[in-house]
């Protein structure tokens, strides 16, 4: 059985870089992309069954919204899920305002 193990990050509060890890970077910082050895993981050129976000989860926050009734009436009709299509929805719309 395994235990989940899980961490807060606070990005304004980045953990201290040990010396190890520093010297590290020193040392890798002036190598260009084509000094790094990749050959115990092959650089990956074929993109065409890449899946975005596939392991991102966003975190959920509990909100009220207030629906025309036609609206969640065919958001419901289209059978189980009908908040995980709202959000899918409306990330559509605001990846596409993003862009």
Request: charged share 35%; aromatic share 6%.
């Amino acid at each position: 059985m395994r235990k989940m193990v899980e961490f807060e990050i606070d990005p304004a509060n980045p953990a201290k870089l040990t010396q190890e890890q520093r010297d590290e970077l020193r040392r890798r910082a002036p190598q260009s992309d084509d000094e790094i050895d990749l050959s115990d993981i092959p650089e990956m050129t074929d993109w065409t069954n890449a899946q975005r976000g596939r392991f991102y989860k966003p975190v959920k926050q509990s909100t009220t919204v207030r629906l025309d009734a036609d609206v969640l009436h065919w958001l419901k009709s289209k059978g189980k899920g009908y908040q995980t299509r709202l959000n899918a929805i409306l990330r559509d719309a605001m990846n596409k305002d993003a862009a």
